[in-house]
């Protein structure tokens, strides 16, 4: 069975879903996966990076900027970009062009072809997040889309799990360009197992170039919006730099001076509570949005403003790093969520918006945290985090994503 483009009086997708609903789902869950260890990799190996491509740490960090910025611009005209073509075809081409963003990332001989490798990232990344978080209603309905989109958006935290923590073990065993051959060989994988498993998705309705903007009329979309922002920025602010706080690479700050490997044990048990975050909280997210999120960005705000003393031993840090982990594991779910509640009818449309201010906020807040991190250390970058994020929780707390 194949969709149609057809919409119902009030613009809602009323087309058929295909009758095997969780192969898809789980295919769209790997694209997420491999977006985000593609664009977060650096995470875990600037300081042998910066090394090799003779580039401070923050400068490195910087490449997670020119991805976010691309990645941002892109995702939010992606819908109108794309036009008429089928969403699975679009998908499969661009997942290919990670794959070679990723092979020039590689076997870049300096950071300028490093940053010409990211810059590529950036448009493939921006039209796949600009098509993926819409793809969830399509793929499943009524009772299934809140575990669904929670499948879906697993990737998210399951690439701190097995993605960021294994590149940063091949670089410590081979070296960090093996991290990124290893992204560019599951950007191939992932395009066949998405041609093989997706069903036909053909546009559904017109989207124009002002529709993502039109969405913020809606008050709940807005404030969602602005609750996003925040708390992206103020994870991506911290948890970018959270390796040389870790080793205590970088001036001004306490560091547990942990070695590589303990850095990548650290960075696995961040990822693996990470996902238990998302089952957890991803579930809730699709009745309670704004439960799911005090809860996340209390954890949050709380873990960002520890870390900077829970130094010396594993026996510290782990404990933060799990909170960290677990609170941030159910924050993509649970604004997706808030958004789509609030304008249900506009699923594609504030699924672009919130793309764009995700990837954004990733830029920004690495380039935020680049700038404090090289003029003052690493406890001012994570004091930063935890304040931004901690105006996200008090703005959660006086909205709401309806009236």
Known sequence: MTET????AHGVDTAPRPPHRWAPVLAVGLVTFTLVSSEMMPVGLLPPMSHDLGVTDGCTGLSLTITGLIAAALSLFAPALVGRRDRRTVLVGFLLLLALANALCAAAPDFTVFAAGRVLLGGALGVAWGLVPGL???LADGPRLALAMTLIFSGVSIASVIGVPLGTYLAALVDWRAAFWMLAALGVVCAAVLAGTLPPLPAVGRVRAAGPFGALRHRGVATGIAVTALVVLGHFTGYTYVRPALEGAAGGGHGAGLTGGAVAGCLLVY???????????????????RAALLLALAGIALAALLLPRATGALVTVLPVLVLWGFSYGGVSVATQAWVRIAAPAEAEATAACWACVFNACIALGSLVGGLVVDRAGTDPVLLTAAGTVTAGLLLTALSRPRR
């Open 5 to 8: 483009s057809v919409r119902g």
């Open 271 to 289: 990822g693996l509570a990470g996902t238990l975050g998302n089952f957890t909280v991803g579930p809730l997210s699709g009745s309670r949005p």
């Open 136 to 138: 969830g209603p399509r």
